[in-house]
DNA sequence: CTGAAAGCGCTTACAG
DNA sequence: CTGAAAGCGCTTACAG
C-alpha cells in the first residue's frame, strides 16, 4: 500500500489558470446555455491541456446521483448470461450510465454482499436475476435505500418488485404440441438444474400437454442435468440407453439442447431428422444450430435490453407502480426438418 | 427525472443516536482497535437497527482511493472474453474490488469513453483488451492519472505498459509440427479476422512450421473468418470444396474449431477420427468437444485470473517496473485421436 | 479511548 | 453572464 497518487487537478485548477470561479468552470464543463461561449471554449481548451479529468465521485456525492446500474448474475459463463450482460451492458451506454458487474454463483451470501456493495457505491438502480432460493427480505435493502430494482428471469415471492421474464410453461407446452403434432409418442424432457423453480415451470408445461393429449407421462423421460453443453450431452447419451429410447426430447434451455445435439451426432444420429430436439432461449447459436434445432425464442439481448429500459425508467419516474412483463417464447421453426 | 431520494442516514446520524461523534463510529466501523469494543458493539447494533449503508462516494473523495477496478472488453460474447471477465471478478471480488464493466465493440472511440469514464470514477486500476487499432496515445490517459493498466491478449507497441497473453506463433508451431508428425500434408489455417494482429502471429507459427519441414504454404489454405462458431462452420465447408481438401485443420480458435467441427459432423465427416482439428485457448467448452478435438491450451481464466493479480499487484506497489507475461501454450492431446 | 475541525472536489442556490 | 459560500458524507491528523 504505498500507492501515494500524485495531487490531480481540480476544477479550482482550471478556474485559476482562466482567472475565473470554479463554479463558472463546472457550469461550462455541462455546456449550461447560462456560461457565455468564449468561456466554455476557454474551459474546454484548458481542460485538454492540462489534462483534468473530472471526478465523478465528488459529482455524485453532491448531487446524490451516480449515473452507474449494477447487474447481478448468478454467472457468466452461460451464453443466456452473458448475451443478457452485454444487452444490458449496451443499453447502460446508450443511457449514459456505467456498469456495475457482479455474480453469484447461486450463492445468497455472496448476492446479499454485491448488493450492498453496490448501493454503498450509490448506483441508481440494480438488475438482478436472484440465486436461488433468495427471499423478498434479501432485497428488502433496496426498498430501503430507495434503489429502482428490476429482476429478471426469476421471480421472487412478493407483489413488490418488477420483473421480466418468459412464460415458462407457455412456452414448453407449445414445444409439446408441435412434437406431438408430428407424430412423437416418446418425448423427454432433458436438462436443467433440480429444484430450480425455472425448470419446474418449463416442465409443467411439457407435462401438460402430453396430459392433454392423453399421453402417459414416464419418470424416466424427466431428467436433470447441468446447465451446460457437458449436461445436455450427458443425459441424451443416458436417454438412448433406455429399452424405448425417446425420439425427440424438449430441453430445460438452448445450451442443454446443443450439448443434446453434439451426444447425438457422436452416436450417429442426424438431429432434426432422425430426432427432433427443440431448445429454449434463442441464444446467438441456435442460428447455427438450426435447421437441425427447433428453439423457443426468448432470447436473453431481448430480456437484457427490456430489463434495463425498465430499470432507467424506474430510476426516472421513481413513483410508477410496479410491473411485471411477461414475455411469450415464439417457437421458431427452421427451414427442413 | 423526478427522482427525489429521501435523505439517507449518515454516520452523524448513528453517532447522534448514540452521543458519540462522527470520527468514533468511522473508526468503530473499520472496526478499529482504537475504539473500545463495547462502542464498537453499539455502533454495529444501531447500523443495523437503523439500516445504515456506507457511503463509498464520499469515502473514495476523502480517501482517494475507490477499491475498484474497470474492465474493458472487446465483446462479451465470445466464451474467450466471458470466461476471463468471470475469473476477474472472481479475482476481484476475492480482494475486495468491485468491477466496473465495459465493452467496446472493437470501437476505438467508445474504448476511448469508457476508459476516460473508468477513470472519473477513480478506478484503482484498468485491465484492458485494446480494440483494433489501439495506440499508445489512446492509453496515455491511465499514466496521466498515474491508474495502472495492464493489458491482455494483445499488445500495443511502446515498452511503457504491463501486459499479459499467450504465444501465438509458438502455440500454432507446435501445433502444426504435431499434425505433420501424424503424417498431414494439406493442413489449413482456419479462421480469425482479416489485419487481426492475434491472426497473423498465429498464421506465422503455423507458416514457419510448415516451411520448416519443406511443405508448401497453398493461399487456398488460408482462410479468414468472423470468430465465431458461424464463421468456422462456413469456412470448413468452402475448404472442403477445394479440389485437394486439407485434412487436417489448424484454427485460430476455439469457437472457430467448434464451428468447424459442426460444419464436419454436418458432412459425416468425424472430427478427431477422418479430419484433424485443432483449436487455440482451451475455453471450458473444449473439454466436452474432446476427443475429437486438440486445443492449444491457454486458459482465459488463467489469462484473466493472472492479468487480475498483476493489476492489483500494480496498484499496490506502483513503483514496481513494468513486466510481460508471455504465456506458453500447452497442446492438449485428448484420449483417443 | 473519544471529539472538534478541516478538507476531499464537486454543484447549487443566491447575489450581483 | 459570473462569483462567493455552503454542503454532500466521509476520514484523518491532532488534541485531550
Known amino acids: 500500500m504505498s500507492g501515494v497518487k500524485p495531487p490531480s487537478l481540480t476544477l479550482k485548477d482550471i478556474a485559476d489558470q482562466l482567472g475565473i470561479s470554479p463554479a463558472t468552470v463546472s457550469l461550462a464543463l455541462r455546456n449550461k446555455e447560462c456560461v457565455s461561449a468564449r468561456t466554455r471554449r476557454a474551459v474546454w481548451e484548458a481542460v485538454k491541456r492540462l489534462g483534468y479529468v473530472y471526478n465523478r465521485s465528488a ?15 448468478p454467472n457468466l459463463l452461460n451464453p443466456f448470461f452473458t448475451e443478457l450482460t452485454s444487452a444490458v451492458e449496451e443499453k447502460a451506454d446508450t443511457f449514459g450510465y456505467s456498469l456495475l458487474l457482479a455474480k453469484t454463483s447461486e450463492d445468497r451470501e455472496r448476492q446479499a454482499k454485491a448488493l450492498r456493495t453496490m448501493l454503498e457505491y450509490s448506483v441508481d ?16 435493502i433496496c426498498e430501503k435505500t430507495n434503489t429502482p430494482l428490476v429482476l429478471f428471469t426469476r421471480p421472487v415471492d ?23 403434432g408430428k407424430g412423437h409418442e416418446r ?35 424427466n431428467r436433470v442435468s447441468d446447465t451446460t453443453l457437458d ?18 426430447v424438449v430441453c430445460f434451455n438452448d445450451v442443454t439442447a446443443f450439448g443434446a445435439m453434439l451426444g447425438l451426432w457422436y452416436h450417429h444420429i442426424a438431429p432434426g431428422r432422425d430426432f427432433d430436439v427443440i431448445g429454449f432461449d434463442n441464444i446467438s447459436d441456435a442460428a447455427l444450430f438450426s435447421p437441425s434445432l427447433t428453439t423457443l425464442s426468448c432470447p436473453p439481448r431481448r430480456i437484457g435490453s427490456r430489463a434495463a429500459e425498465l430499470l432507467i ?15 411469450v417464447p415464439e417457437l421458431i421453426l427452421r427451414d427442413s426438418a
Request: aromatic share 8%.
Open 59 to 73: 459529482a455524485r456525492l453532491r448531487t446524490q446521483r451516480s449515473t452507474t446500474i449494477g447487474l447481478i448474475v
Open 187 to 221: 418425448i423427454a424432457f432433458l436438462g436443467g438444474a433440480e429444484g430450480s423453480f425455472t425448470r419446474w415451470e418449463r416442465y409443467e408445461g411439457y407435462r401438460k400437454a402430453l396430459e392433454e393429449a392423453h399421453v402417459p407421462i414416464d419418470q424416466r423421460y
Open 313 to 327: 425508467e424506474r430510476i426516472k419516474h421513481p413513483d410508477k407502480k410496479q410491473e411485471s412483463i411477461i414475455l
Open 231 to 248: 449436461g445436455g450431452f450427458r443425459v441424451i447419451q443416458e436417454l438412448l440407453t433406455l429399452e424405448k429410447p425417446p425420439t425427440a
Open 158 to 180: 412478493g407483489p413488490k418488485v418488477d420483473y421480466i421474464g418468459p412464460d415458462n410453461s407457455r412456452g414448453t407446452a407449445l414445444a409439446t404440441r408441435y412434437l406431438l
Open 125 to 140: 438502480g440494480v438488475l438482478l436475476c436472484p440465486a436461488v432460493g433468495t427471499t423478498q427480505e434479501d432485497l428488502g
